[in-house]
């Protein structure tokens, strides 16, 4: 399989059908009114865009009908029960059925729609996405995958994992780095994406076992998976143009994106101390107001939500709970992009491929290992 077929458009969808987003409204910190408000600032931009709500039907039907964009392009799923950011995963996976989390996962499932888009407790809706939709075969733990504003021309890096699991091997990181290349293909049209694995220098003989086993693997499949693998990188460039995929394990790119956030958001504040300082700063401030809101947009962590859950039977992306109607909106058209991308069908193929050559490459090794060691008996 090659990058370029990566990229073709969903042969699986008509042309001008429309694509439908399953949402679960009642994940958000804000409760369902922004995150209807969110699918209306969609809809106004994509005419090609239709919805299925889940949560409290009544409750829904009043917040939809004062959207005048969403006349026609809502269903409703009716589920009383909804899964609290307090709620344990284990306990959401013995109890978690009747809620509209699952309702907007089964209707994945069930091919109703293109993909999903939930607020709501992270850890709560992996599990349960791994219990609807399943893993990928030849995938041993999902990843989150999320965009950072970088120096790229691009405008964007892909970083994975930022916090599906604590935990990364050598081989988990390799799976990372293939399913980084397929949605950075995807996502931003880089037909050959640029590789680094997060370290605490570049140089090779620095990190974990496992990172060392991990920048061997990853190198080696390069040209089979049709990446450029850069090497190790540090932190400096996640936001840099050194490589367009970034690969680390769940507590490091969750402690970074945490990190990153914290350090925009404190950026945006001092801009405004600054400039409201003075008469003269407030004057500077209006001469300056067009590259200032350029950089309030690109620094903005709202215009790049959407964690997208990489590695199951399906599309979801993960908004963060905090999100307003801005940050909503950006993680339906996240959503919408991938499923018109055909992404989830891509990825597999990708996964399963590479995973054909995981598979011929341990052979090859066991074989190699057992003739060297029969070479040795004759030997002695």
């Not at 009642?26 to 106004?44: E, I, L, T, W």
């Not at 840099?240 to 504040?269: C, H, L, Q, R, S």
Request: charge should be neutral; hydrophobic fraction near 40%; proline fraction near 4%.
């Amino acid at each position: 399989m090659t990058a370029e077929s990566d990229q073709t458009s969903d042969p699986s969808r008509p042309e001008g059908a429309r694509i439908v987003i399953s949402v679960d409204a009642m994940g958000g910190d804000a409760g369902p009114g922004v995150v209807v408000a969110g699918m209306a600032q969609s809809a106004k931009k994509n005419p090609d865009l239709g919805f299925i709500l889940h949560g409290p039907e009544e409750a829904l039907k009043k917040l939809v009908a004062r959207r005048r964009m969403l006349a026609g392009r809502v269903s409703f799923r009716d589920v009383p029960d909804v899964v609290t950011m307090d709620d344990k995963p284990s306990h959401v996976m013995r109890h978690g059925k009747g809620t509209s989390m699952w309702s907007a996962l089964e209707a994945v499932r069930s091919g109703e729609a293109h993909g999903a888009v939930s607020c709501g407790n992270t850890g709560a809706l992996m599990a349960l996405s791994m219990l609807c939709l399943r893993k990928l075969p030849g995938v041993s733990r999902p990843a989150i995958a999320v965009l950072w504003p970088s120096r790229n021309p691009q405008g964007f890096n892909v970083m994975l994992d930022v916090g599906a699991d604590v935990r990364a091997d050598a081989q988990d990181l390799l799976q990372y780095a293939l399913m980084g290349a397929s949605y950075a293909r995807n996502g931003l049209d880089l037909p050959r994406p640029r590789i680094g694995l997060l370290n605490v220098g570049t140089e090779e003989h620095k990190g974990r076992p496992e990172l060392k086993e991990a920048h061997g693997l990853i190198a080696r499949f390069a040209d089979g998976a049709s990446y450029d693998f850069v090497g190790f990188v540090e932190g400096r460039d996640i936001p840099g143009n050194v490589a367009d995929v970034i690969v680390t394990d769940g507590f490091t790119g969750n402690v970074a994106i945490k990190t990153g956030e914290g350090t925009a958001g404190m950026i945006g504040e001092s801009l405004r101390e600054a400039f409201r300082y003075s008469p003269l700063s407030w004057l500077a401030s209006i001469l300056a107001i067009t590259s200032l809101r350029r950089l309030q947009k690109r620094i903005d962590p709202r215009r790049v939500n959407g964690g997208v859950f990489l590695g199951l039977n399906g599309t979801v992306v993960k908004s963060h709970g905090g999100a307003d109607a801005t940050g909503v909106s950006a993680a339906i058209k996240l959503a919408f992009h991938l499923a018109q991308s055909g992404f989830a069908e891509r990825l597999a193929a990708r996964v399963a491929s590479t995973a054909a050559l995981v598979e011929d490459a341990s052979e090859a090794a066991e074989h190699a290992g057992k003739s060297v060691q029969q070479e040795g008996g004759r030997e002695a």
